[in-house]
């Protein structure tokens, strides 16, 4: 049964006071370029090929753009899962690295094949991320334009429906105009009722300057 991945895995620390490396570590304007080089070596931004149904689905999006694995299986995302792995992840950092990279050896695998997965991954989430940013601003857009249109029916409405209140205020108003000369005549004439039937009787049953009081109740009969 052949070996797993966390079968290969070895320490590299090195004893106190051990034997280090002269040459010391490559300078880091160096691994940049590097890292620059296979980023080059990769051409355009990816465009996807199918649509994504499921924008939370990274594994859909990751083949919509067409990222492949590798013909040795290592990707950067299986490399993050051995990373986190009980058998090393409370490693320190260099211990991890370089178990990893034994793994990679034995399978014949190169680092850079898992650099280059990783940035096309990236590239594909960067590219996915501008074309969901580009629905939202399109949506927004056309919403924007349609609550414009809504605003402009919603004030048009209100306009009409104001014209028609003040319409009926203006009417009532008319109508109270008319009333309240109506009543200033018939209080006239009922004045010139009332100077009239003065004449003949000691209380003047005629009411004037308001409307008519109702009639009284009849006296009860004096026991």
Do not use: C
């Not at 966390?6 to 691994?31: E, H, I, W």
């Not at 009332?194 to 009639?215: C, H, K, L, M, R």
């Amino acid at each position: 049964m052949s070996k797993k991945w966390y079968n290969l895995f070895v320490s590299v620390d090195q004893p106190a006071g051990g034997p280090t490396d002269a040459d010391g570590p490559k300078p880091a304007a160096g691994a940049a370029q590097a890292v620059a080089d296979i980023a080059a070596s990769l051409g355009p931004v990816p465009t996807f090929a199918t649509p994504v149904s499921n924008p939370t689905s990274f594994a859909e999006i990751y083949d919509a753009a067409e990222i492949r694995p590798p013909g040795h299986g290592f990707t950067i995302m299986k490399v993050a899962d051995m990373l986190h792995s009980e058998h090393i992840r409370n490693l320190p950092r260099e211990v991890k690295s370089s178990s990893v990279l034994v793994a990679l050896e034995a399978a014949g695998a190169q680092i850079q094949d898992v650099i280059q997965d990783a940035i096309k991954r990236d590239r594909a989430l960067d590219t996915f991320e501008r074309v969901q940013q580009k629905s939202v601003d399109d949506l927004e857009a056309r919403k924007s334009q349609e609550n414009q249109q809504v605003q402009a029916e919603l004030d048009r409405i209100v306009a009409e429906h104001r014209a028609r209140i003040q319409a009926n205020n203006d009417e009532v108003a008319k109508e109270k105009e008319r009333f309240f000369a109506w009543r200033l005549k018939k209080q006239e004439e009922e004045q010139k009722i009332a100077d009239a039937v003065s004449y003949f009787v000691a209380e003047n049953p005629i009411t004037t300057g308001g409307p008519a009081a109702p009639p009284a109740p009849p006296e009860r009969a004096q026991k």
